[in-house]
């Protein structure tokens, strides 16, 4: 487990945090349930709601705990009110093995998580999570992208990043990378920031490359079925978990 976000904000701590492998697979559709809530509990005290990811920009309010846990729905926006300061954080959670886990903190209390690989990104999902929160009458105070991969392990297609450019209202050549071999490649980090940054929001953390190391599932390097994921909450309290 890695923490990549602590943050105190109006009475609100705000964390974010990685799984990784040595955590366990948390698919939640590959992972027994019993099984799966001991690894939730172990990594944040408590159990996480999550989504039935579909590479698409459905959101899914996470207001009340899932009657089908862990699943709250089908998506892959999460957005969740924000907590009474006396009581228990929602926590909810994005899962991944490449694609982009974003958490997205508002300075009221509401967080919003999406979950973008290339399809979400040139669909417009970075909009559609900005939107989430601002419907909310929220504003981001913090924004987290997850482990991720980087375009040193991303090789693709012109037309391809020519749809994610646009997805994400971008110049071709601002989304666009290098592979280790010199390849074309997709720069989702860019990809994720440039997508936020037209709407005002800056990206605080940045993950580090999925494919570059072994400590995280990775689809495309590796042909892992398992994932990890991104979690986030924010609770009155000034301990993590």
């Known amino acids: 487990m890695e923490v990549l976000l602590e943050r105190r904000v109006d009475g609100r701590h705000l964390v974010a945090l990685a799984t990784d492998r040595r955590d366990g697979d948390v698919h939640p559709r590959r992972v027994p349930p019993i099984e799966l809530e001991q690894r939730q509990r172990a990594l944040a005290g408590q159990r996480w709601a999550m989504a039935d990811q579909v590479h698409g920009t459905a959101v899914v309010s996470v207001d009340t705990a899932p009657a089908a846990w862990p699943l709250a729905?089908?998506?892959d926006v999460l957005a969740v009110a924000p907590t009474d300061v006396n009581s228990g954080p929602m926590p909810i959670a994005v899962w991944a093995a490449d694609c982009a886990a974003?958490?997205?903190f508002g300075a009221g209390g509401s967080i919003v998580m999406?979950?973008?690989g290339w399809r979400g990104l040139a669909a417009g999902v970075v909009d559609?999570?900005?939107d989430a929160m601002a419907a909310r009458a929220d504003a981001v105070v913090a924004a987290v992208l997850g482990p991720v991969i980087h375009p040193c392990c991303y090789e693709f297609g012109e037309a391809d990043v020519a749809a994610v450019a646009a997805?994400?209202?971008a110049d071709i050549a601002a989304v666009t990378g290098a592979t280790s071999?010199?390849?074309?490649?997709l720069d989702v980090p860019r990809a994720i920031r440039f997508g936020l940054a037209g709407r005002g929001v800056a990206l605080d953390v940045?993950?580090?490359c999925t494919g570059c190391s072994d400590r995280w599932?990775?689809?495309r390097v590796h042909a892992d079925g398992g994932r990890h994921a991104v979690v986030a909450w924010a609770s009155a309290s000034d301990v993590a978990r």
């Open 73 to 75: 729905g089908r998506g």
């Open 114 to 116: 999406f979950h973008a």
């Open 102 to 104: 974003v958490a997205l």
């Open 128 to 130: 559609v999570a900005i």
């Open 167 to 169: 997805g994400v209202h």
């Open 181 to 185: 071999s010199g390849a074309r490649a």
């Open 217 to 219: 599932f990775s689809h």
């Open 206 to 208: 940045t993950g580090p």
